[in-house]
C-alpha cells in the first residue's frame, strides 16, 4: 500500500508539473481566460489529491510502523517465553536424568544385594540339608538309645524282682 500510494503520489506530481508546463505555455500563447481557470481548479484539485494522498500515505507508513513495533514486541515476548519454556524444559531433564541415575545406582546396589542373598540362601539350603541328615542320624540314635534303654529298663525291672526273690530267701 505503501508502494501504490508513493507510486500514486509521484504519478499526481508529474500530472500537475506536466500541467503547470502546459499552462506557463498555453499563457505564453495567450490562452483564453475560461481556459485558464479550468486549468488552475484542475491544478488546485490535482495539488489537494497529491497532498491527501501524501497525508493518506503518511498515516499508512506511521500504522504501518506501529504494527511492525507491536508484531516485533509480540514475537520478542514470544521468543523469551520459548527460552523460559526451553530452560524449564532443560532444568527438567536434567533433574530427570539425576534421578534415573540414582534409580540406576540403587537398582545396581540391589542387585548386587540380591546376588549376595542368593548365594546366604544357597550356602543355609547346604546347610540345612547337613543339619537335615545330622538330625536324622541324631533321632536315629536317639531311637536306638531308647530301645536300648527299654531293654535295659527290661533288664533292671527283671533284676529287681530276681534280688526281690533272692533277698527273702537268702534272710531266712
Known sequence: QLLEAKASLSLAQTRHALQLQQAKAQIKNMVPKKQFEQLQTTLREEQCKAQQLQENLHRQAEQTCRQLVRTQEEHERLLRAAVEQAEGLEHSLRSAEAVL????????????????????????????????????????????????????????????????????????
Request: overall charge positive; glycine content about 2%; aromatic content about 2%.
Open 101 to 172: 541415575a540414582e534409580k540406576a545406582a540403587q537398582l545396581k546396589d540391589a542387585q548386587a544385594q540380591l546376588s549376595r542373598n542368593k548365594l546366604w540362601i544357597e550356602e543355609l539350603h547346604e546347610e540345612n540339608r547337613g543339619f537335615a541328615k545330622a538330625l536324622q542320624a541324631a533321632e536315629l540314635k536317639q531311637k536306638s538309645t531308647e530301645e536300648k534303654n527299654q531293654l535295659l529298663e527290661a533288664q533292671a525291672s527283671a533284676l529287681k524282682q530276681l534280688i526281690g526273690k533272692i533277698t527273702p530267701a537268702s534272710l531266712n
